[in-house]
């Protein structure tokens, strides 16, 4: 069974740092781009960056380029993602997905390309 488990939110004062990890079991995660969206309350699902199968291949919104870092480790089957000079708008539950790297869908952020969603994680930039 495919799957996917973030980890590594919590509670962080505007302009601190957190980094998220999505670690795949049940496939290997090189065979696929990966990305991290995030739902605040209120809002819709937002995607925030993603990775293709080569390390090079990175992906931000705009509200996030330039504070985050996506990056990937194959050895150990995971995805992080670096995040700095957080915001009070940061604030939401970030999910990571697996997709193939096919056409434009996976960079484009298109959520129903993606599939084994993870259950999320809480990230919370408030003072």
């Known amino acids: 069974q495919s799957q996917l488990v973030e980890s590594g939110g919590g509670l962080v004062q505007p302009g601190g740092s957190l980094k998220l990890s999505c670690t795949a079991s049940g496939f290997t995660l090189d065979s696929y781009a990966i990305g991290w969206f995030r739902r605040a309350p209120g809002k819709e699902r937002e995607g925030v960056s993603c990775?293709?199968?080569?390390?090079?291949?990175?992906y931000y919104s705009s509200s996030v380029k330039g504070r985050f870092t996506i990056s990937r480790d194959n050895a150990k089957n995971t995805v992080y993602l670096q995040m700095n000079n957080l915001k009070p708008e940061d604030t939401a539950v970030y999910y990571c997905a697996k997709a193939p790297q096919s056409g434009t869908s996976w960079y484009n952020f298109r959520a129903w390309a993606y599939s084994s969603w993870g259950q999320g994680t809480q990230v919370t930039v408030s003072s």
């Open positions: 990775i293709g199968r080569s390390y090079d291949m990175t």
